[in-house]
């Protein structure tokens, strides 16, 4: 009687092994998360940066930021969105983008990757 139990303890212990192995395995060949693609156009009016959303997904405002180096290759502070980015909108920044005098680099950081990277004259990038 006693052997009984052991033995039907130790098939199900097998068995939940078996599954969790299974499970594991089949996690790693779940996709990774999908990179936003977007089309990001750069405008200048009377020596001002405006980066408009020419096409593609929505982007957050959690996972972009947008960078700006100027002459020396420094890096003015990053500029956060303050709310998310959609087609045909200029990218809502908190503060206004620099005067494009000074600006030599340009680029819109998603946390995965770098979807806009260009100079000021630029059109499309």
Known sequence: MVSEIIGEMLKLSIVVMLVSVLAV????????????YAEIMYQSTD??????HAGGDTLLSSDVTIVILNETGYAYPTYSLSKNWAFSEPAPVVVPLPNETNVSEIMVVHRR?????GEPGWQNA
């Open 25 to 36: 395995s089949v996690y790693a060949y779940l996709p990774d998360e999908r990179i936003p």
């Open 47 to 52: 020596g001002n940066i405006t980066l408009i």
């Open 113 to 117: 990757a770098v979807l806009y990277k």
